[in-house]
């Protein structure tokens, strides 16, 4: 009878219970992360990756390391992220535009002028509905979502000069490889090419593209501005980045291991992205004191476009209606 067998069962419960307690709260094996992302080494995400890898070797007594593959040593987004699903990869910082293939909702995050500067992309992304997002990744893709970072905002920058966004029609724009980005040059009429970091320079440099869509630290530090003769300074796009660790590895860890690597790893990104807030500033500065052509715009620059592409992604990214609603100002938070 099912009352008896209720009775019956509780010691066995409670005893499997306490045995699994004991068997999840404490560390067995020591664990090298292997810790996957694009960017190269030097930069600020393979910096903040190394930063979190030290704070879990010191936090864990020096039992747990990571080790970090920076520009794509172990491949692609796409394949960094298929071998954080099966486990080959137990950790990686990707772009949210490679989430946004596997889950449109992440796509929203590049709502052309979503956010007006890079203080209100950091306050978009500590947000909950931004945060909410994160809590679907281990159902919907095998991941599980620590924690945002991001890059700066996106800039354009051109071979030759620009006076209106109708002059970007028919231009190859590099772009970083994902829908979301490619529909906003789509619309503009331009013609996008996808580009991973890596080859944008030379590309730039030998005239395969006639325009690079990147943000202000890299074209400062990587002296991009040296190929252009305009910088359109847009702030067009936010670029958030995402913290990740393998849902299969996630399973094997225990309730401790959880707690301390998502503590960790979150420190760190929230690190990443105060550093971008105070440093966009003077990326921009040193942008201005060379001898390059500066153009600020905004998003009258652009015409249309920003509710075509709204029109276009809604459906795909719901979100996207919440983000807009977000009161992110300076101005909002001093009323
Ligand atoms: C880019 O592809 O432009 C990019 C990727 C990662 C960090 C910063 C920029």
Redesign the pocket.
Known sequence: MPSRLYDNSMPILAGMILVATVVVSWPAIARDFRLGL??PPG?V?TRSAEAFGTALAEASGGKHSVTVYPSQQLGSEAQILQQLQTGAVDMAFL?AAEVSNRVPAFGAFYAPFLVDDISGAAKLLRSDPALSLLDGMPQQIGVVGIAYGM??MRQILTRSPLTTAEDLKGRKIRI?PFAPIRDFYQLLGAAPTPM??AS?YDAFANGQVDAI???L??IVKLKYYELSENVLVSNHMM?P?VGLVSARVWAGLTRKERVLIRELMRAELDKLVNSYESEEKSFEAALRATDTEVMDVNESFFGATIQQWDDLWTERAPVLKEFRNLELSDASEAQ
Request: aromatic share 12%; no cysteine.
């Open positions: 694009i960017t930069h995400w772009t890059g700066g970083t991973p970091l944008v869509d990147m943000d630290e890299l670029f980045m």
